[in-house]
């Protein structure tokens, strides 16, 4: 155990890394900036915990933002790698790896009748737009607060302060008239989607929704919620895009929203289906992908797209998602929120939840159920960068931001949910204590 702090050696790692890259970081929630400190930097990852530079292991909850569902360094995954590496890196040619990993996403997944590979979720989703409008004809996107969908600009925005209201910019950089092509309305919430469709319907191109939203915190939809959202598109003839980047195959073998009431025309993938490697998709019906190049009249290219050794991984991880990986992930999993849940009671915090499906899992600091991004910002922030540096501390390693997701790996056991109640013990008690 440690007090929570980064060791010397990732102190001195953050240091120089501030002096080459932006913030010292690749992605900004890695900065800690949200929970305060400095960050860990990881030396390894094998099973169902990492090791920092200074030598100290964690149980990791963060599990690569939910991409790593076997753990760590899994053997056949690496075999799989290291055997195409050697091969080649990439070619910029096709490969027979992209469509034996395309065949097992579309025996998996009803809606995708064809699919094309690119690097990440935000180029999926960006991708998945883009097609959605030359398919229709029209320019506007709904999609809802506090759903996230990658960094491209037209995605980047937040509401106006009325349903008639153009959307307005969440990032320096994104000019206003891009974003006022995006209608953002509040998940779990159809009379919003309902006031925007009256209004601008004839211009919807696609709604974009997270069949459950990971990234105001595990969010479900209300029961029909999903079913009413696509009635409502269909009926103004516009696509529903099913942003299954984070749901896909780590709910279960295959995309979730269908199980949970709603219909896709386009569903975006990544994380899992990499297999920890830098990847995403985007599928949907044979129709509305023949719009894509080279078919049709919508461009898009990668030059690392579907690469061999992306493919070997992914293609290995999905074969290894067998029906009693899904079966332990939800046992550990549900052994974890009640651990969660007996040491918030028992160190008496005043206002909490814990939200769960299936491998998804947050801790919020307020009262639930959470069912939108209004009642997610309630959480106390304060509250949970205490919880998470005793975590820390004790040997858990979380998301370092309050309205994130925390993810089991099939690599857990019961000795890790025993880990995380004792170390739950200790954060709870931070949380509960007036300053630090």
Same mark, same amino acid.
């Given at each position: 155990?440690?007090?929570?702090?980064?060791?010397?050696?990732?102190?001195?790692?953050?240091?120089?890394?501030?002096?080459?890259?932006?913030?010292?970081?690749?992605?900004?929630?890695?900065?800690?900036?949200?929970?305060?400190?400095?960050?860990?930097?990881?030396?390894?990852?094998?099973?169902?915990?990492?090791?920092?530079?200074? #030598?100290?292991?964690?149980?990791?909850? &963060?599990?690569?933002?939910? /991409?790593?569902?076997? =753990?760590?360094? @899994? +053997? *056949?995954?690496?075999?799989?790698?290291?055997?195409?590496?050697?091969?080649?890196?990439?070619?910029?040619?096709?490969?027979?790896?992209?469509?034996?990993?395309?065949?097992?996403?579309?025996?998996?997944?009803?809606?995708?009748?064809?699919?094309?590979?690119?690097?990440?979720?935000?180029?999926?989703?960006?991708?998945?737009?883009?097609?959605?409008?030359?398919?229709?004809?029209?320019?506007?996107?709904?999609?809802?607060?506090?759903?996230?969908?990658?960094?491209?600009?037209?995605?980047?925005?937040?509401?106006?302060?009325?349903?008639?209201?153009?959307?307005?910019?969440?990032?320096?950089?994104?000019?206003?008239?891009?974003?006022?092509?995006?209608?953002?309305?509040?998940?779990?919430?159809?009379?919003?989607?309902?006031?925007?469709?009256?209004?601008? #319907?004839?211009?919807?191109?696609?709604? &974009?929704?997270?069949?459950? /939203?990971?990234?105001? =915190?595990?969010? @479900? +939809? *209300?029961?029909?919620?999903?079913?009413?959202?696509?009635?409502?598109?269909?009926?103004?003839?516009?696509?529903?895009?099913?942003?299954?980047?984070?749901?896909?195959?780590?709910?279960?073998?295959?995309?979730?929203?269908?199980?949970?009431?709603?219909?896709?025309?386009?569903?975006?993938?990544?994380?899992?289906?990499?297999?920890?490697?830098p990847v995403g998709a985007v599928g949907g019906s044979s129709t509305v992908m023949a719009v894509l190049a080279p078919d049709g009249p919508v461009y898009q290219a990668g030059t690392l797209a579907g690469n061999p050794v992306t493919m070997a991984a992914g293609a290995t991880t999905?074969?290894?998602?067998?029906?009693?990986?899904?079966?332990?992930?939800?046992?550990?999993?549900?052994?974890?929120?009640?651990?969660?849940?007996?040491?918030?009671?028992?160190?008496?915090?005043?206002?909490?939840? &814990?939200?769960?499906?299936?491998?998804?899992?947050?801790?919020?600091?307020?009262?639930?159920?959470?069912?939108?991004?209004?009642e997610a910002n309630r959480t106390d922030r304060a509250a949970y960068a205490r919880y998470f540096h005793a975590m820390l501390g004790a040997g858990v390693y979380l998301p370092p931001s309050a309205l994130e997701t925390s993810f089991a790996s099939a690599a857990m056991g019961p000795?890790?949910?025993?880990?995380?109640?004792?170390?739950?013990?200790?954060?709870?008690?931070?949380?509960?204590?007036?300053?630090?």
């Amino acid at each position: 155990m440690n007090d929570g702090a980064s060791g010397p050696r990732s102190a001195k790692a953050f240091r120089r890394a501030r002096r080459t890259l932006v913030g010292g970081v690749d992605s900004p929630v890695r900065s800690f900036q949200a929970v305060g400190g400095t960050p860990v930097f990881v030396r390894s990852g094998r099973g169902a915990h990492l090791t920092d530079v200074d #030598g100290r292991r964690y149980l990791d909850l &963060v599990n690569s933002w939910g /991409a790593t569902i076997l =753990g760590h360094a @899994p +053997p *056949a995954v690496v075999r799989a790698v290291r055997a195409a590496a050697t091969r080649g890196l990439t070619y910029g040619a096709p490969t027979e790896a992209e469509h034996e990993l395309g065949e097992r996403i579309l025996a998996a997944c009803p809606a995708i009748e064809r699919i094309r590979f690119v690097n990440s979720g935000t180029e999926a989703v960006m991708t998945a737009v883009r097609v959605a409008r030359g398919f229709t004809g029209r320019r506007k996107v709904v999609k809802f607060e506090g759903g996230y969908h990658g960094h491209s600009d037209g995605l980047l925005a937040k509401a106006g302060s009325g349903a008639a209201t153009h959307s307005l910019p969440d990032s320096a950089g994104v000019p206003a008239a891009i974003v006022g092509e995006t209608l953002v309305a509040a998940y779990n919430d159809l009379d919003s989607v309902r006031r925007l469709f009256e209004i601008h #319907g004839e211009d919807v191109a696609a709604v &974009v929704v997270e069949p459950v /939203a990971g990234n105001m =915190g595990v969010v @479900p +939809p *209300a029961p029909g919620f999903l079913a009413g959202l696509s009635k409502i598109a269909r009926s103004s003839g516009a696509l529903t895009i099913q942003d299954e980047v984070i749901t896909g195959f780590r709910l279960r073998n295959g995309t979730v929203h269908e199980r949970l009431g709603g219909r896709a025309d386009l569903v975006t993938l990544g994380k899992v289906i990499g297999g920890g490697l830098p990847v995403g998709a985007v599928g949907g019906s044979s129709t509305v992908m023949a719009v894509l190049a080279p078919d049709g009249p919508v461009y898009q290219a990668g030059t690392l797209a579907g690469n061999p050794v992306t493919m070997a991984a992914g293609a290995t991880t999905l074969d290894a998602l067998v029906p009693r990986v899904f079966s332990s992930l939800e046992r550990t999993a549900a052994a974890m929120e009640r651990a969660l849940a007996e040491e918030a009671e028992a160190a008496g915090i005043p206002r909490w939840c &814990v939200q769960r499906v299936g491998s998804m899992l947050t801790v919020f600091f307020t009262n639930g159920p959470v069912r939108n991004l209004a009642e997610a910002n309630r959480t106390d922030r304060a509250a949970y960068a205490r919880y998470f540096h005793a975590m820390l501390g004790a040997g858990v390693y979380l998301p370092p931001s309050a309205l994130e997701t925390s993810f089991a790996s099939a690599a857990m056991g019961p000795r890790d949910v025993a880990t995380l109640r004792t170390a739950a013990r200790r954060g709870f008690a931070a949380a509960r204590a007036r300053g630090r």
